[in-house]
């Protein structure tokens, strides 16, 4: 049975730079031309590197890298600002530009083999979407808690700014009270 894990091996570098340039001449994922080279690639590298292993018929599969650096992926995109849809056009980009470059080589294999990677691929791609996905929602849940902390906490303030100023109100009209009714008194005393 062919094994494929090798020409994805040796297309790690091709495929991550094909990708960065697909993701950034996208034009629905704007938060990417935002970012620097090496921010927008992040782990690309290792999950790729961990299909590898799922590929191979030989060495361990590497399920544990690919799901931290999905969980990382996630939480990295949510701190730079992806919305969820941002994200899937990243992995479905990714999908393409893999069977793209293993295209040549796949053509080679039999129907059996291709299968099998296209299963295998497919497979390690959804983990990762799904993985990413998980710690992109707790992020941005976690950014929602905090909104709402920091609203409360502002709204509490602006209650005690509020009470605060109606006192000082009360103060400042108890204070003119006593002199104005002494003008309005004197006022009437020296009209009559």
């Known amino acids: 049975m062919r094994d494929f894990s090798q020409a994805l091996q040796d297309k790690i570098d091709i495929i991550t730079h094909n990708w960065i340039e697909a993701v950034r001449a996208d034009e629905q994922i704007e938060t990417a ?3 620097t080279y090496t921010s927008v690639r992040d782990s690309i590298p290792m999950v790729l590197q961990a299909i590898v292993t799922m ?12 799901v931290e650096k999905s969980l990382e992926h996630g939480t990295l995109r949510a701190k730079q600002g992806y919305d969820a849809e941002e994200i899937a056009r990243e992995y479905r980009l990714l999908r393409r530009v893999i069977f793209d470059a293993l295209e040549p080589e796949l053509l080679k294999g039999s129907a059996a083999e291709v299968s099998r990677a ?10 990762v979407i799904a993985k ?13 808690q905090d909104l709402q902390n920091q609203l409360q906490l502002t709204n509490q303030e602006l209650t005690r700014l509020v009470r605060a100023n109606q006192e000082n109100l009360s103060h ?6 006593t002199p104005l009714t002494s003008i309005i008194g004197y006022s009437e005393v020296t009209a009559q």
């Open 55 to 66: 590929l191979s018929q030989s060495q361990e599969s590497d399920i544990l890298t690919l």
């Open 172 to 177: 400042l009209a108890h204070e003119l009270k």
């Open 132 to 144: 990413c996905f998980q710690t992109f929602t707790q992020e941005r849940f976690q950014e929602l």
């Open 118 to 127: 296209y299963r295998l691929i497919d497979t390690a791609l959804d983990e």
């Open 33 to 35: 031309k935002q970012l």
